[in-house]
């Protein structure tokens, strides 16, 4: 048995959003290591059942629910979070600040209370400035970051001091901050209005769209993981670090989103007319990640090709299809 499985076995662990995307693909690795797991879910049903899995209905603002949530938890996850594609960002950019700031200070603080040995809450890289180099833990600087990312960019900072806040007060209960890369993979969203590039490129790939439209040039340099790996890192991160840290969970490797279309498109075998449309929203033009950081203290180091995670997220969304026709 490896040190991971020893680390969770038999533990009291609480994902919170455990119906989303994240969420679900953590909570069924928990399960494969034996932890006993309980996940809160809210707008969105569960969609991974399992003996070992204690599914709450929670409202994660109302500070009743969170008590009930983190009671006789060991390890708590931070999984839920308001989170939309760029469309619906351009057009409400408040719509992930007041109700993540009030979920996240909320389970913060509850788990506090409650003893919970060690928390780990999902930030984002939209908390650095704009670079040409791939950004490393030390680059963020308050206030200063791409101006599409102003109003999450504020959230997710100011959240990591809340973090770094309970790391340091009486009876401190350690904290670990990761932010990771665009994340694609099974039980991602799908949806029109909501999605994020990845998927969106999948779905019209296999709803065999012609002509394929491709929002802006194509040319947006992004740093893609696998949820898979994320998954992993989180783990690695909660078993291995002991004190407040933030680490970037990412692949190092730099991708354009038409190297992400271009890539479904092989995997499809598919040809279609492709069309650029610079009048659609898009965020940030390039964004590379410094990974060493995470390699060292916790030793990850994304596995899965872009070619590999994109396969098995098709055929994971071609099934769903099927079994919802």
């Known amino acids: 048995m490896n040190n991971r499985a020893d ?4 533990k009291k662990v ?32 569960p969609q991974y059942e399992h003996k ?14 969170v008590k009930d949530a983190v009671r006789d938890m060991d390890y708590v996850f931070m999984c839920a979070a308001v989170t ?5 960002i351009d057009k409400d950019p408040l719509i992930h600040v007041h109700p993540n700031t009030e979920m996240n200070s ?36 308050y206030g200063n970051f791409f101006h599409k990312y102003f109003f999450a ?3 997710k900072q100011y959240s990591e001091v809340m973090c770094k806040m309970h790391s340091m ?41 012609n002509p394929i439209t491709v929002w802006g040039d194509g040319n947006d340099v992004k740093d893609l993981l696998y949820v898979g790996d994320f998954v992993d890192g989180m783990l690695l991160a909660m078993e291995k670090i002991q004190n407040f840290e933030i680490l970037n969970i990412a692949s190092g490797v730099s991708v354009t989103t038409m190297d992400v279309l271009q890539t479904a498109l092989q995997i499809e075998g598919y040809s279609p007319e492709i069309v650029f449309d610079a009048s659609k929203p898009s965020m940030i033009p390039k964004r590379l990640i410094d990974t060493s950081k995470a390699e060292k203290l916790i030793g990850f180091k994304a596995q899965t090709s872009l070619y590999d995670g994109m396969k098995a997220t098709m055929e994971w969304y071609k099934k769903v299809k099927t079994q919802e026709s």
């Not at 680390?7 to 038999?10: A, I, L």
Request: with cysteine; net charge negative; proline share 5%.
């Open 7 to 10: 680390f969770f076995c038999e």
């Open 14 to 45: 609480l994902v919170t959003g455990g119906a989303g995307f994240v969420g679900t693909n953590l909570v069924k690795k928990l399960v494969e290591l034996k932890a006993n797991v309980r996940a809160t879910f809210y707008r969105k049903f």
């Open 52 to 65: 070992n899995i204690e599914y709450v209905f929670t409202n994660l603002k109302d500070s009743s629910y």
């Open 84 to 88: 939309s594609g760029a469309a619906v």
């Open 106 to 141: 909320m389970v913060l603080d509850e788990a506090h209370k409650a003893g919970v040995k060690k928390f780990l809450f999902i930030s984002s890289t939209v908390v650095y400035p704009e670079t040409d180099h791939p950004v490393c833990e030390d680059d963020m600087e």
């Open 153 to 155: 960019g504020w959230m």
């Open 169 to 209: 007060i009486k009876n401190p209960m350690p904290v670990i901050v990761v932010r990771p890369a665009n994340l694609y993979g099974e039980y991602d969203d799908f949806d029109w209005e909501t999605s994020h590039m990845p998927p969106a490129q999948i779905r019209k790939v296999v709803e065999r769209h």
